[in-house]
């Protein structure tokens, strides 16, 4: 994402449920977008399925030079609500936030929390049967496969899971 000395990162508060539409249609405006995603298991009518969602709902980065680009068209814009304002100007976000989401982008564009795991840390699982379950992190596996000792229903049950299914508790 070439992002320019000038620009600062701004938050664009997108309709519900429409972050990719908005995401899309900023895109195509030309304007440098940032939508984090994590994998997130999603539970309906009694099945599990897994996919992308926003890290953020409804909300998504844009860079922008306020003294040179259009900035206001982003407001009316489809699928977008508006820029996070203050006053008559957008507010950006301090620097580092964005910078630091960016740098936990796999080569997939999902955010991975787990690069930093150790073995004897809380974890809180993210993806599966067992999301939002909290347990400790017995072992990890170079092929990405984790053991984790999981609190459920007030005994310890062990289970292995995909490292990118946890994230520090």
Known sequence: MPFESCKKWYVARSLPRQESRAEFQLLQQGFSVFLPRVMKTIRHARKL???????????????????????????????????????????????????????????????RFDRDLCEGQSVRVLAGPFTHA??????????????????????????YLDRSALEAA
Do not use: C, H
């Open 49 to 111: 399925r897994t996919a992308p969602t926003p890290v953020f709902p409804s909300y998504m980065f844009v860079a922008l030079d306020i003294g040179r680009d259009r900035w206001r068209s982003i407001n009316g814009t489809i699928g977008v609500a508006s820029l996070i304002m203050q006053g008559e100007a957008p507010v950006p976000v301090p620097v580092g936030v964005v910078e630091s989401l960016l740098d936990l982008v796999d080569e997939d564009g999902l955010i």
């Open 134 to 159: 909290v347990g400790v992190l017995e072992r990890l596996d170079a092929n990405g496969r984790v053991r984790v000792l999981l609190d459920i229903m007030n005994g310890k049950v062990s289970a």
